[in-house]
């Protein structure tokens, strides 16, 4: 065997590889772009091991990524704004029931919407695929019914409890929009949608010393 061939076998093999490895980088930087907060968070859960990671977040694309969400009408759609806005309300006297009442309700609603209720263990991955940015606040809410779950926490005191409540917000906001044009008009703070910008903290008032 030649010197030239030895040396163009030896190209093609390292062009191979690399394009293996490139390959696997854009695959990588999709996952990333695409979950969000939610690849490190895979990540972290397999131990650092970033192909099991990407095992995992392939197979709930590949399983709930066609999943068509269903439009509310704007009946169901405003009854759920009210039922939020109660629950909001009832904060300065039930916090604690309150954000439990907001978890029941969002997981309530992913189900209208056409996701899997909670129950089925199947949620979450599911709602990860479409909703990756917002699914921290909500695994939040629900730690307080659920304390310890999937490695969280319960929530030390009322203002954490108020946080998690004004964070979950905003996946409430997107999951209640009735279709792809509301949501963007939502997004973009447009009339009849919330500014995800704009604090909304003014919305609870928080009891006083005297009346705790």
């Known amino acids: 065997m030649t ?39 895979a990540v972290a859960r397999h131990d650092g091991d970033n192909e099991a990671a990407h095992r995992e ?14 439009p509310l009408s704007r009946g169901q759609a405003e ?33 209208d919407r ?9 949620q979450i991955d599911a709602l990860s695929v479409h909703h990756p940015r917002r699914l921290q606040a909500y695994r939040d809410l629900r730690a307080v019914s659920d304390p310890g779950s999937d490695g969280d926490r319960a929530p030390a005191g009322t203002e954490e409890l108020r946080a998690r409540l004004l964070g979950a917000r905003a996946l409430f906001d997107d999951l209640v929009a009735e279709d792809e044009k509301s949501l963007s008009t939502a ?20 009891p006083s010393r005297s009346s705790r």
């Open 57 to 70: 977040l392939r197979e709930r694309v590949d399983r709930y990524g066609g999943l068509n969400p269903t």
């Open 187 to 206: 997004r973009e703070g447009g009339a009849g949608g919330r500014d995800p910008g704009r604090d909304d903290s003014h919305r609870f008032r928080m």
């Open 3 to 41: 010197t030239g061939i030895i040396i163009g076998a030896v190209v093609v093999v390292l062009v191979a590889l690399a394009a293996v490895v490139t390959t696997r980088q854009g695959g990588t930087r999709r996952l990333r772009r695409r979950f969000g907060p939610e690849y490190e968070r």
């Open 114 to 122: 056409g996701f899997p209720e909670h129950a089925s263990g199947e």
């Open 79 to 111: 009854e759920y704004r009210v039922a939020w806005a109660a629950l909001q309300e009832r904060f300065v006297d039930s916090p604690i029931e309150a954000v439990r009442d907001a978890s029941r309700l969002l997981d309530r609603l992913a189900h």
